[in-house]
């Protein structure tokens, strides 16, 4: 039991210091931590269970602050316009929800403001998509220009996902995601070896070298 709780004390003096934690599937579980696991397995997220209605200095406290104070109007509307491209299936949990696309995400927020799509609106969204990387809420790939819900999306409870249906249901809808193809990594080619058919590469003569 005294090891249980040393191993329990651990974990969450790492997640307070450094937020949500992604580890390998086989960590073993811990006590008040959540876990969320990667759609292709290959790592589960480790993050804090909040309790209902947790104020700021709780949240701060466990190493997982709300929104972004900066801008947290347009910060909350770029996640939510997020939540409605990533959480197709809206009967089941929100995690892991699909991969949605900048596109998207753009052409979503125009819609929701009534107007053709702004020049301006392209900083405003990239400074909130990297504002809800950092606190985890997104999993935000700024290279590809594709988003997926972050592994804090695994504590909404059934209120929480009441009020984002609502939310999505009067949103415009978002077109079709248009992802980027990612070809498979080939290895590069081994190079020969003594024992390979071709045998050992000969060294190419020096310039002192008879003949």
């Known amino acids: 039991m005294e090891n249980g709780r040393v191993y329990n004390a651990l974990w969450w003096a790492k997640v307070q210091s450094g937020g949500a934690l ?3 599937v086989d960590t073993p579980a811990v006590a ?3 876990r969320a696991v990667e759609p292709d397995g290959s790592g589960v997220w480790m993050l804090p269970t909040l309790p209902d209605g947790a104020g700021h200095g ?3 406290e466990l190493g997982s602050p709300p929104v972004a104070v900066e801008m947290p ?17 809206r009967d089941s949990s929100a995690w892991p929800g ?4 900048l596109t998207q995400i753009k052409a979503v927020y125009a ?3 009534g107007r053709p799509e702004q020049s301006s609106d392209l900083t405003l969204i990239i400074g909130s998509l990297r504002r809800l990387h950092s606190t ?6 700024e290279k590809v220009g594709e988003v997926r819900l972050g592994p804090r999306t695994v504590t ?12 999505c249901r009067v949103l415009p809808d978002p077109p079709a995601a248009v992802l980027v193809e990612r070809k498979p990594e080939v290895p590069a080619d081994p190079l020969p070896s003594e024992d390979s058919p071709d045998g050992p590469i000969d060294p190419a003569p020096s310039e002192d070298s008879d003949g």
């Open 111 to 113: 819609g929701m403001r």
């Open 98 to 101: 699909v991969v949605g696309t």
């Open 156 to 167: 909404w409870g059934p209120s929480d996902l009441a009020t984002l249906r609502e939310i």
């Open 136 to 141: 985890h809420w997104l999993l935000w790939d």
């Open 32 to 34: 008040g931590l959540a």
């Open 58 to 60: 709780v949240l701060e």
């Open 22 to 24: 992604k580890v390998p």
């Open 73 to 89: 109007n347009e910060t909350a509307r770029v996640l939510s316009i997020c939540v409605a491209c990533c959480w197709v299936e």
